[in-house]
T-cell receptor
Framework: AQKVTQAQTEISVVEKEDVTLDCVYETRDTTYYLFWYKQPPSGELVFLIRRNSFDEQNEISGRYSWNFQKSTSSFNFTITASQVVDSAVYFCALSNQAGTALIFGKGTTLSVSS | SQTIHQWPATLVQPVGSPLSLECTVEGTSNPNLYWYRQAAGRGLQLLFYSVGIGQISSEVPQNLSASRPQDRQFILSSKKLLLSDSGFYLC??????????????FGQGTRLTVV
């Protein structure tokens, strides 16, 4: 069975702090895809990144970085120098096959205060 | 560019009334389409997905149903709403390419309150 666990329900930080959101996944497939989405208060989910199981290189995009480790089945997301606008619910998701839907974790609510 | 439209944005319906939420996608052909539900304080639950016209897969047994009458139209329905149907409903699409799995793009959601 496929499963995504985001153990951190809520995280509160002060602006400029770095914060890491954890994501642990379970799958029996050798080919799979991992995703992160951001859900701001408006409700719409915003796609952030997709990573396939054969690419373990870490990725950096501005203040965002992602650490994919197959050995621990983790795909963690770090925000450097957090800002108030980063406040949102962040979802990690897993997909095993083309044409099937993403399985989401329960999300981590990040609150960044000024 | 591709866009996804979902309506209405908010809806208050009495228990036992019918439901119809509509979602349309523009700028792409043969997309994969999805309905998700997000209950208060919980994650996203996949309800239905479709890889083509008339092809609907249901993930969770419930009193909801979905239909895809046209390539880029996806409808979520219920004959009689329950209180437990309250939640935030999100429609999404992804590229309908079976060789590569791609990210899904979401609509703005419908907040349904059953009273």
């Amino acid at each position: 069975a496929q499963k995504v666990t985001q153990a951190q329900t809520e995280i509160s930080v002060v602006e400029k702090e770095d914060v890491t959101l954890d994501c642990v996944y379970e799958t029996r497939d050798t080919t799979y895809y991992l995703f992160w989405y951001k859900q701001p208060p408006s409700g719409e989910l915003v796609f952030l990144i997709r990573r396939n199981s054969f690419d373990e290189q870490n990725e950096i995009s501005g203040r965002y970085s992602w650490n994919f480790q197959k050995s621990t089945s983790s795909f963690n997301f770090t925000i450097t120098a957090s800002q108030v606008v980063d406040s949102a619910v962040y979802f990690c998701a897993l997909s095993n096959q083309a044409g099937t839907a993403l399985i989401f974790g329960k999300g981590t609510t990040l609150s960044v205060s000024s | 560019s591709q866009t996804i439209h979902q309506w209405p944005a908010t809806l208050v319906q009495p228990v036992g009334s019918p439901l119809s939420l509509e979602c349309t996608v523009e700028g792409t052909s043969n997309p994969n389409l999805y309905w998700y539900r997000q209950a208060a304080g919980r994650g996203l639950q996949l309800l239905f997905y479709s890889v083509g016209i008339g092809q609907i897969s249901s993930e969770v047994p419930q009193n909801l149903s979905a239909s895809r009458p046209q390539d880029r139209q996806f409808i979520l329905s219920s004959k009689k709403l329950l209180l437990s149907d309250s939640g935030f409903y999100l429609c999404a699409w992804s590229v309908g390419d079976r060789e590569i799995n791609t990210e899904a793009f979401f609509g703005q959601g419908t907040r349904l309150t059953v009273v």
